[in-house]
């Protein structure tokens, strides 16, 4: 594969753009706590990249309480979840940006990359106008017009098509599990954001955001 053919990129939002995965993981905490789940960092790491609905299922799985809860009383807690994340939502700014990715984005657009977003959370355009970035964005999946989550290919299948690129003329970057299976089914090559361990299927992985420069993901094209 040539790093020249490579004319879009498609993004994960959180954990990758910003540090929302954690704001995430306390209002989930929070409901863990309410249901009587035992939170632990691999309940944790389950949930990131998973829609609202299927990371609450997963909380209650956790202590076999699936059954214990009705419909309604499922909506309300993932509603009071959303409530709760919305709230650390309004409270972040340029700081909740994670290191190196404001730079790597305009190095994107000054290089004339094609930049989409895909990530599964409904809250998403909200979270790129607090930190100021929804302009370096030409698309953004919306996630209620997906039939499928990661890590089905749909999302980022659907980005590169609306970046009207090719999958193999694409990357994706992700910090889950999850979304690396999603951009390999896609057919795009995918870096990962984290331990190289969990994230040992993707193409390159990064052990943070601030290593994510356009020479670094090119050395490891020409190293091949
Ligand atoms: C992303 C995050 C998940 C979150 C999901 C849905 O995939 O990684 O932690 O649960 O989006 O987010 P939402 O804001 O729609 O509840
Ligand atoms: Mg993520």
């Known amino acids: 594969m040539e790093f020249e053919n490579i004319k879009g990129v498609i993004f994960d939002l959180d954990g990758v753009i910003s540090n929302t995965s954690r704001l995430h993981s306390d209002a ?24 609202r609905m299927e990371s609450l299922e997963l909380i ?21 979840k959303n409530k709760d994340y919305l709230r650390r939502v309004e409270n972040m700014t340029k700081n909740d940006i994670l290191p190196g990715i404001e730079s790597f984005l305009e190095s994107l657009k000054q290089n004339h990359y094609g930049l989409a977003l895909a990530s599964a959370s409904k809250n998403s355009a909200r979270v790129l106008e607090k930190t100021g970035l929804s302009h370096y964005f ?20 659907t980005a590169a098509k609306l970046l009207r690129l090719a999958p193999e003329k694409c990357l ?12 390999n089914a896609a057919n795009i090559f995918s870096i990962g954001i984290g331990d190289k361990n969990i994230l040992n299927e993707a193409g390159i992985v990064f052990e943070n955001t601030e290593l994510l420069t356009l020479s670094n993901i090119r050395s490891h094209f020409d190293k091949k």
Do not use: C
């Open 28 to 51: 989930w905490h929070q409901v863990a706590d309410k249901v009587g789940t035992e939170w632990t960092e691999s309940l944790s790491n389950k949930l990131k990249g998973v829609s």
């Open 138 to 157: 030409s698309e953004i999946v919306d996630p209620t017009k997906l039939s499928k989550g990661k890590p089905d290919p749909e999302i980022f299948a």
């Open 172 to 183: 994706g970057i992700e910090d889950a599990v999850m979304g690396i299976r999603s951009i």
């Open 60 to 80: 209650l799985q956790a202590s076999s309480l699936e059954s214990h809860y009705n419909d309604q009383q499922k909506q309300e807690l993932a509603h009071d």
